[in-house]
């Protein structure tokens, strides 16, 4: 081949396209796993009464701007927003889910009945940096109970959280919490938190100084290590907390307590959007690195007034599976791969690949997960060659239908997990056969 010929081929060659950083394939390997989680978290809510919601992915920008807060990193710098080409309305992909679901809350009108325990989960999108466990495109799994004002809701939810811990095999994870007390009590303690920070505004990071006159609160959630030693001595929300504020955290405390829930007091925990008051609460880890928290919430009262609809109290928190799913790798909680079927049926084409569909199809009819040997080529293959798929597959049993047994209106049935017999049964008794020897092999 000339080197123009070669040039002319690779100038024809197709470039393949690659996904975006960031928003991940979920591929085969993998879906057990997120099978086994999604199946535990629909167990938790039912055990606790809560129902699933499911709203779009994408939501009018106010939805955000005015759930989370505008000066809230998400808002300002990671949300993936852009303009309806076609009548102007300002979308966003969904960042997170709790704004989302109380918009849907309000506009269905939810509570009129009373109070509602909800679940949802979904993909979600952040344009930050791709870390371990935490991606642009996301999937997270939250709960909401709205109409529910007592520290016994906050309670509840918690100990929601220590459930799936607990069911999910997980190591290492801690619970912190905090009281945000009141409006008015932040403001009081805001004064004297920017007192606090203005008399040593030079030590401030550029993030924090912005935040001094947007949303000081933010400035006590710094990563930077270089602040740590000034944060820690800021002046702390608790001690600005009055007696019915007290008594909420108190009554949360004490019936986790009553419940054997170890938890530790962080005075530096605010989460990192602006509708919470009153419990806040994060579980952490050392296991993740720098991504050590997996999951967190607390109550969020002025959130339903806010959004445009009657003022109720609701409390909530949310996890992102991802997250969970790299912890349970570590815990060396995460289940092993599942067979991709029941029985694997093996035939040599023509005749008895329509006698091997018939009987396919009746095993499935049966209950019964069975995969047809289909050659990738069209063309028929050894039973050699098929009976190593057949192994791969996890199947237990493999049904045989060659000429000789056909001719004989007989099926082979081989035990692939446990004895390795073979042993021919007629073929209109094979899905009574299977079903026995499956249920012998678990006795």
Known sequence: MTEQSKEQKSQNKVQKINGIRGMNDLLPADAYQWAHLEHVLRDLTRAYGYEFLRTPIVEATAVFQRGIGEVTDIVEKEMYSFEDRLNGEQLTLRPEGTAALVRSVI????????????WYTGPMFRHERPQRGRYRQFHQFGIEALGFAGPDIDAEIILMGQRLWDELGLKGVRLEINSLGQAHERAEHRAALVAYFENHQAQLDEDSQRRLLTNPLRILDSKNPQMQALIE???KLLDFLGEESLGHFNAVMNLLKANNIPCKINPRLVRGLDYYNLTVFEWVTDELGAQGTIAGGGRYDPLIERMG???APACGWAMGMERVLELMKVSGSLPQAQALCDVFVLHQGGETLTA????AERLRSAGLDTILFC??????ASFKSQMKKADASGAAFAVIIGPDEL??????LKDLRDTGEQKSIPVDGVVEAVIDAMVGATE
Do not use: C
Request: aromatic share 2%; no cysteine.
């Open 107 to 118: 506009e269905n009108n939810l509570l009129y009945e009373g109070p509602k325990r909800l």
């Open 233 to 235: 001595g800021a002046p």
């Open 309 to 311: 609809g009657k003022a």
């Open 356 to 359: 091997a569909t018939i009987i």
């Open 375 to 380: 050659p990738p080529d069209g063309q028929s």
């Open 407 to 412: 001719a004989k209106n007989e099926a082979g």
